[in-house]
């Protein structure tokens, strides 16, 4: 059985700064990619960044500059540095984590609540 949690999300004024984490958690052989994404009330899910278990990044137009996704592959966690956030940032955050285990696939975390004041 494989879990995935995240934390961290909570309420931040426009220029303000949140660091959300992810932990896998179960029995895990690998994690390969993992990644943060967020769906805003009436919006489809976007994606906000991803890392790869060597370190490749890839980020989403509207938070390059400002947010930084890295990771503890000891942990199997993944974190969210998000600076300079701004009231279109507010959403639930979730987590994906491209597992290797007894029932390999790609899991997703429950989400946390960002929400930018202006």
């Known amino acids: 059985q494989v879990q995935v949690v995240e934390s961290g999300g909570g309420l931040v004024q426009a220029g303000g700064s949140l660091r959300l984490s992810c932990a896998a958690s179960?029995?895990?052989?690998?994690?390969?990619?993992m990644g943060w994404y967020r769906q805003a009330p009436g919006k489809e899910r976007e994606l906000v960044a991803t890392?790869?278990?060597?370190?490749?990044?890839n980020y989403a137009d509207s938070v390059k500059g400002r947010f930084t996704i890295s990771r503890d592959n000891a942990k199997n966690t993944v974190y969210l540095q998000m600076n300079s956030l701004k009231p279109e940032d507010t959403a639930v955050y979730l987590c994906?984590?491209?597992?290797?285990?007894?029932?390999?696939?790609?899991?997703w975390g429950q989400g946390t609540q960002v929400t930018v004041s202006s």
């Open positions: 179960g029995s895990i052989f690998r994690i390969n990619a």
């Open positions: 994906k984590a491209d597992v290797v285990a007894k029932s390999t696939g790609w899991y």
């Open positions: 890392i790869t278990s060597g370190g490749n990044t």
